[in-house]
Structure formats: structure tokens, C-alpha cells
């Protein structure tokens, strides 16, 4: 079952091709792919959208802008991760809390479930997002994980012009601009050492360079991975 699938964690910088590189690697070496700011965004729309699978009686509560009462949730093991999330923004909480991201990996470790009794087969996860906020929801996140730590962090970094540029073009949102991505970049950079010296196990540290296009890119990084024994036994495992 996907709870002892082993999860390796890729992080990085905005700008840096984290996410094109991740996506890339799991779907070329069968891991589950899991970006949890994709995930947060797709939350978002659902929302937007009114959340249409709910009951009724939630529905009124999104109508009138109030939060969901937990009694509501009842009928749940635990609270959807969107409803969380859309409490979590009527109380201003606009940030991640360590519940909404366990609430999210939960749900997409239930999604491999429902697709490995279909026949799917994942050699592991691979997480993308952190380090969350300001890094302390990270490290609560992954010490729940940490049974199915595969000991592995893969850290994607640029040159900061590079990455800005990158950033700047990609034109996520209408605030995604130089001041935007300055003030992530400065945070990040603090909080990315931290979280990298935190988590225990092994790290692959691969720069994705200016001269690099993305097929370079992603063949320098599994060069780069094929030199680390977490990676290798990793790609030995049948799924």
C-alpha cells in the first residue's frame, strides 16, 4: 500500500525549475507526484467554485461567508482538506498550518490507494513544497512522514538573476513580479538552509544553470542523482 511507498522530498527556490523537474522525474521513474502548492491552488478553485459535493447545510455556510462548523464535518474521518483550507482563510490565516498539509498528502496518498487497486504501480512519492511558511509547519510535517523517509532531499537551486528571470516570464499570477519574487527569495533563502540542515538523511544539491535548457536541465540532474546510493536503490526497487 502507498503508506510504506518511500517518499523523497524535492525542494527549491521560485524561478529555480523545481517543480518541471520533479514532475519530469516522477513520471519517468514511477513516483506519485505531489506538489502541495498545486494542490493548495486546486483547493482554492474548488472554493471558487462553491465546493459542490458538499451538503447542503455546509454550502450555506460558504454562501453566507461563515466558517464550517467541525459538527458539519461528521460525516467525515477527518475534515476535508478543503474545508480546512477555507477555514483557515475566513479566520485570515492566508499561510500553511501543519493540519492543512497533512490533510493534503493525506488525500493524495488516498488517490494512490484507489489507483494501485486499479492496477497503478509507484516505486514512492515525491513531494514537492517545502519548506512551507516560515519552515516550522515543515519540520512537523515531515516528522509525521518520517516512518516512510527515504532518506533522500533532492535541492534545486539557480543564480538569483537567473531565477528572477525565470520567475518574471513564467507569468503565474498578474503579482508574480521582481518585488514579489525579492521578498520570497529573501525569506527563502533563510528558511531553505534551515530546512535542509534539519532534515536528516542524504541531499543531492543540483544548480540548474542559465545555459541550460530544460532537457539539459533534467538529463544534469539525473546524472547528478545517479551518483547518490538512496537514489540507486531507490531506482532498484520493483514498484
Given at each position: 500500500m502507498s503508506q510504506h511507498r518511500p517518499i523523497v522530498y524535492i525542494t527549491g527556490g521560485p524561478g529555480c525549475g523545481t517543480t518541471a523537474l520533479g514532475k519530469q522525474l516522477a513520471a519517468d521513474f514511477n513516483f506519485y507526484y505531489i506538489c502541495l502548492e498545486d494542490c493548495r491552488s486546486?483547493?482554492?478553485?474548488?472554493?471558487?467554485?462553491?465546493?459542490?459535493w458538499v451538503s447542503d447545510e455546509v454550502r450555506e455556510c460558504l454562501y453566507d461567508g461563515r466558517e464550517v462548523p467541525r459538527e458539519l464535518c461528521s460525516d467525515y474521518e477527518t475534515v476535508p482538506a478543503?474545508?480546512?483550507?477555507?477555514?483557515?482563510l475566513i479566520n485570515s490565516n492566508k499561510g500553511w498550518t501543519a493540519s492543512l498539509a497533512t490533510a493534503i498528502i493525506d488525500e493524495e496518498i488516498s488517490e494512490i490507494d484507489y489507483a494501485e487497486k486499479w492496477g497503478a504501480k509507484y516505486k514512492g512519492i515525491m513531494i514537492d513544497g517545502h519548506p512551507l511558511t516560515a519552515g516550522n509547519v515543515s519540520y512537523e510535517v515531515v516528522e509525521k512522514y518520517r516512518s516512510s523517509y527515504s532518506g533522500l532531499t533532492i535541492a534545486i537551486s539557480s543564480p538569483e538573476a537567473v531565477a528572477e528571470k525565470?520567475?518574471?516570464?513564467?507569468?503565474?499570477?498578474?503579482?508574480?513580479d521582481e518585488a514579489r519574487f525579492s521578498s520570497r527569495i529573501k525569506l527563502l533563502n533563510k528558511v531553505l538552509r534551515e530546512f535542509l540542515d534539519k532534515t536528516p538523511g542524504q541531499k543531492v544539491y543540483f544548480e540548474n544553470e542559465e545555459d541550460m535548457d530544460?532537457?539539459?536541465?533534467?538529463?544534469?540532474?539525473?546524472?547528478?542523482?545517479?551518483g547518490n546510493d538512496v537514489w540507486k536503490k531507490l531506482r532498484e526497487e520493483k514498484s
Open positions: 486546486n483547493l482554492l478553485e474548488s472554493i471558487r467554485a462553491g465546493i459542490p478543503v474545508i480546512q483550507l477555507y477555514n483557515e525565470r520567475y518574471v516570464n513564467r507569468i503565474k499570477a498578474p503579482c508574480d530544460p532537457e539539459e536541465a533534467y538529463h544534469a540532474l539525473c546524472s547528478k542523482l545517479e
